[in-house]
């Protein structure tokens, strides 16, 4: 079956920087575009930033536009969040997600990863 694991996380003070991963396992015939959502604590999830299907086109919250960077190097790949001069609010757990078909026949299917924690201290 296809899981998601994010990896990456971890406490830095404000300014710092981290990647995050996003490897995918399991069978794959072909995936559309990479989603990353964060979830601060006693908020809603939010989006944070996307690369589509093509691994063309990105897109950006306005919070992380100009320090956040998404890549893969091919929608089958694993995928990155790049986070620079990070700042306490973007303390969140962070989530990556995929629209992944199993083979040539099933559908398209929504999967998510189990996320990893960013602390960010002033």
């Known amino acids: 079956q296809v899981v998601l694991v994010e990896s990456g996380g971890g406490a830095v003070q404000a300014g710092g920087s981290l990647r995050l991963s996003c490897a995918t396992s399991g069978p794959i015939w072909s995936a559309g575009g990479l989603f990353w959502y964060r979830r601060a604590p006693g908020k809603e999830r939010e989006f944070v930033a996307s690369?589509?299907?093509?691994?063309?086109?990105?897109d950006y919250a306005d919070s992380v536009k100009g320090r956040f960077t998404v890549l893969r190097d091919d929608p089958l790949g694993t995928g990155y969040l790049h986070m620079y001069n990070l700042k306490p609010e973007d303390t969140a757990t962070y989530y990556c997600?995929?629209?992944?078909?199993?083979?040539?026949?099933?559908?398209?299917?929504?999967?998510w990863g189990q996320g990893t924690q960013v602390t960010v201290s002033s």
């Open positions: 997600n995929k629209k992944i078909a199993t083979t040539e026949s099933d559908p398209y299917r929504q999967y």
């Open positions: 690369i589509d299907y093509k691994n063309q086109i990105t």
